[in-house]
């Protein structure tokens, strides 16, 4: 008892110390001040009638969803007096991966930059830089020879770091439980099985009505609709952030979708958001870094080609250059296992007062890292809002796709548990699969690296990422995967190779999401 107290305290002091240097304190500042003017404002109650102020006039609520936004995102509970790289990943063995992986990125950019002479950063000619202002609104028309550019590494490369991962404290395999696990991802890590899915996804059964279901039997589907879009403004008025992740577990009407997702990620456009965005933008101007290229092939190889998305093209560029140049983006690795990657200054490699991060940002890109931003493009269309909603989302849920941790939101959890799923409940088709050397992660592990961006048509893609937002979990990335799998496993027992497979899971554009992982969770599986 006296440990939970504890450990709410350290919580409490944590979040009031992140929010002191936010704008939202100076803010709330600034109000109690200016509320002392007021005649309702007595000296013999002072406390008590600015907190009824604050009530009155909607910033306790403000205070609540920012309080709320800060544990979405906390560390999950650690010891006080475990050191700081225990709150960014709490097994060596997976901090040690990541950072060889990290090792492996930065020299595949270094060759680079020697290969081809380019250096990391450089400032524009003034020419240049009034050229790319002139053009902002308008990168996609521009033909930059980016042929010598390659993409520092692509998700297939990703998977063999995670297929190599061990516990060295399982090398001699002392787990019967585990030598049973026949995937590709040999780490013991606990996952949710079928039940706990259940009990988790609880809003997701049969008896639930959800936005993205054709038919039920309960309630006709404009009926529920009607009730649904009815309660979702109900919620909007209320600005709950809380209320609204709740509410968006049975999916998002489409015209009430891009104020939900910007209420539960806490984002307002305030007049500082938009400043800052511009600042961002001016920074991009201003200054060549070798990672623009790296974003420009992206774009050119991934969204530029998706039919969804190609009309996007201006938006990619302008969100993910100006993302690249944001420090503040440097505040997950707080809880991030991965490190950003230094920087030095010419000639003064390893001395640490020399060092920069780089990108600003810390992270690097890798292919298919637009599509993260292309599905917003849908829903924002004023670039500092986009921005700013794009930034959260990553921030929050998107840099567990390509770092290796324990977390259960995790890339090498998220494996582990679409496999798991799989073997235990379709042992037939793993079994089969397996047997042609056809490993199922090596089909579904490019979907969840990319949040299914780019597989799923995007109106189902968006119910999908709803749940994610509702549950606060991209556990289920997995669950969907392997649903996919059940979904086509008489035409999967049919193929005798990896490439008769991939054939029949090539497209998933005409795939619907909710019934599927209903029909996964509360109907086939025992």
Not at 32 to 41: F, G, K, N, V, Y
Not at 268 to 274: A, F, G, K, L, V
Request: charged share 20%.
């Amino acid at each position: 008892m006296l440990q939970e107290e504890s450990d709410l305290s350290l919580v409490i002091a944590q979040i009031v110390q992140k929010l002191k240097g936010s704008n939202l304190y100076a803010q709330l500042e600034r109000q109690a001040w200016a509320s002392l003017q007021r005649p309702e404002i007595k000296l013999e109650s002072l406390k008590e009638d600015i907190k009824e102020f604050f009530k009155i006039s909607g910033w306790e609520k403000k205070l609540q969803n920012a309080v709320y936004s800060e544990l979405s995102v906390f560390p999950l509970p650690s010891h006080p007096a475990a050191p700081p790289e225990h709150l960014k990943e709490p097994l060596v063995y997976m901090r040690k991966a990541q950072g060889s992986w990290e090792k492996r990125i930065l020299k595949s950019l270094n060759s680079m930059c020697t290969e081809l002479s380019i250096p990391l950063a450089r400032k524009r000619p003034v020419g240049e830089q009034k050229e790319l202002l002139n053009k902002w609104n308008e990168m996609g028309t521009d033909e930059p020879d980016l042929s010598l550019f390659r993409p520092v590494y692509a998700p297939k490369d990703f998977l063999e770091v995670l297929i190599n991962l061990r516990n060295p404290n399982y090398e001699n395999g002392d787990s019967l439980s585990f030598r049973t696990h026949l995937g590709l991802i040999q780490v013991p890590l606990k996952v949710k099985d079928i039940p706990e899915l259940k009990e988790f996804f609880v809003e997701l059964g049969l008896t639930t009505g959800q936005l993205g279901i054709d038919d039920s039997n309960q309630v006709p589907p404009e009926l529920f609709e009607n009730e649904h879009v009815r309660i979702g403004q109900k919620v909007l008025a209320e600005q709950d952030s809380a209320a609204a992740q709740q509410y968006i577990r049975q999916g998002s009407p489409t015209a009430l979708r891009a104020e939900l997702w910007a209420l539960i990620l806490n984002i307002s456009s305030q007049p500082e958001d938009i400043l800052y965005y511009e600042q961002l933008k001016t920074n991009v101007i201003q200054h060549d870094l070798l990672v623009d290229s790296l974003i420009y092939k992206d774009v050119k190889l991934t969204a530029s080609n998706d039919d969804y998305y190609f009309v996007f093209e201006d938006y990619l560029y302008q969100v993910l250059l100006c993302f690249s140049r944001d420090t503040s983006v440097l505040g997950h690795f707080a809880y991030n296992s991965a490190s950003p990657p230094k920087s030095y200054i010419r000639g003064k490699l390893g001395l640490e007062e020399y060092a920069v991060f780089y990108p600003p940002n810390g992270v690097i890109p890798f292919h298919g890292f637009s599509m993260y931003v292309a599905p917003l493009c849908f829903l924002y269309h004023e670039p500092s809002k986009l921005y700013q909603i794009f930034r959260e989302m990553y921030v929050r849920f998107f840099f567990r796709l390509h770092s290796i941790s324990s977390h259960p939101s995790g890339i090498v959890s998220l494996c582990l548990l679409f496999e798991t799923l799989l073997q235990t409940y379709l042992p037939q088709l793993f079994y089969h699969l397996r047997e042609i050397g056809a490993q199922p992660l090596r089909i579904s592990f490019k979907w969840m690296v990319r949040a299914f961006s780019g597989y799923l048509a995007t109106d189902q893609l968006l119910l999908l990422w709803d749940r994610i937002l509702g549950y606060n979990s991209l556990e289920i990335l997995a669950v969907l995967a392997a649903a996919v799998f059940a979904f086509r496993a008489v035409n999967l027992m049919e193929v005798t190779s990896l490439a008769a497979a991939e054939a029949v899971l090539a497209d998933l554009s005409t795939l619907k999401v909710m019934p599927l992982l209903q029909i996964f969770l509360f109907a086939t599986v025992t």
